[in-house]
């Protein structure tokens, strides 16, 4: 069992940046690679960026160059640097870990709202 718990999300004006925050507990040593999804209303959830245990990242082609996701091995945390906001990147995020096993696991979300 994994348990993964968001945090960062706010209120911020376009242009600005926020860091987001995913801590895991439990079977920590069973997460082959960990993500970051978001999904606005009406909208299907999309994959925002990942990180292997080998270090590979991917980023969806409409946040590279302004999101950058890292991970904290020894803090079994994850995070998500998030500059040059735009109104488009609202949205719910949600940190997802993948297991060797082939198990999803999912945080609540945290709601990131960029104003004009």
């Known amino acids: 069992q994994v348990q993964l718990v968001e945090s960062g999300g706010g209120f911020v004006q376009a242009g600005g940046a926020l860091r987001l925050s995913c801590a895991a507990s439990g079977r920590v040593f069973m997460i082959g690679a960990m993500g970051w999804y978001r999904q606005a209303p009406g909208k299907q959830r999309e994959l925002v960026a990942r990180i292997t245990n080998t270090g590979n990242t991917n980023y969806a082609d409409s946040v590279k160059g302004r999101f950058t996701i890292s991970r904290n091995s020894t803090k079994s945390t994850v995070y998500l640097q998030m500059n040059s906001l735009k109104p488009e990147d609202t949205a719910v995020y949600y940190c997802?870990?993948?297991?060797?096993?082939?198990?999803?696991?999912w945080g609540k979300g945290t709601l990131v709202t960029v104003s004009s």
């Open positions: 997802n870990a993948l297991s060797i096993t082939i198990a999803d696991y």
